[in-house]
């Protein structure tokens, strides 16, 4: 059974920072590409970033360009995301989520896995 656990969210003021972790287990995705995505109140969910197979191409929603890095350890089928600068539009429940294919994507429909997400807080 392939789950995608995420972890570290929590509560934060702002200017500070996290880190999510997205660890994969029931199967290895280390040839396939991991995001991240957001869903706020009463918001669809939204794009955060992308990272291909190998760790070698990256994009990010502009909202979070240069201030968030997403990053991979295939060695422990896990991917991060660093978040720097928090704001309090940045809270919101974070997912983790995998394709069957080794580039990344920013399209929700393009992923197959998806994780239960982790609660991140900034206040203001």
């Known amino acids: 059974q392939v789950q995608l656990v995420e972890s570290g969210g929590g509560l934060v003021q702002a200017g500070g920072s996290l880190r999510l972790s997205c660890a994969a287990s029931?199967?290895?995705?280390?040839?396939?590409?991991m995001g991240w995505f957001r869903q706020a109140p009463g918001k669809e969910r939204e794009f955060v970033a992308t990272i291909s197979w190998n760790g070698g191409v990256f994009q990010y929603a502009d909202s979070v360009k240069g201030r968030f890095t997403i990053s991979r350890d295939n060695a422990k089928n896990t991917v991060y995301l660093q978040m720097n600068s928090l704001k309090p539009e940045d809270t919101a429940v974070y997912y983790c989520?995998?394709?069957?294919?080794?580039?990344?994507?920013?399209?929700?429909?393009?992923?197959?896995?998806w994780g239960q997400g982790t609660q991140v807080t900034v206040s203001s």
């Open positions: 029931g199967r290895t995705f280390s040839t396939n590409a």
């Open positions: 989520a995998a394709r069957l294919y080794s580039s990344g994507s920013y399209r929700t429909d393009d992923y197959t896995y």
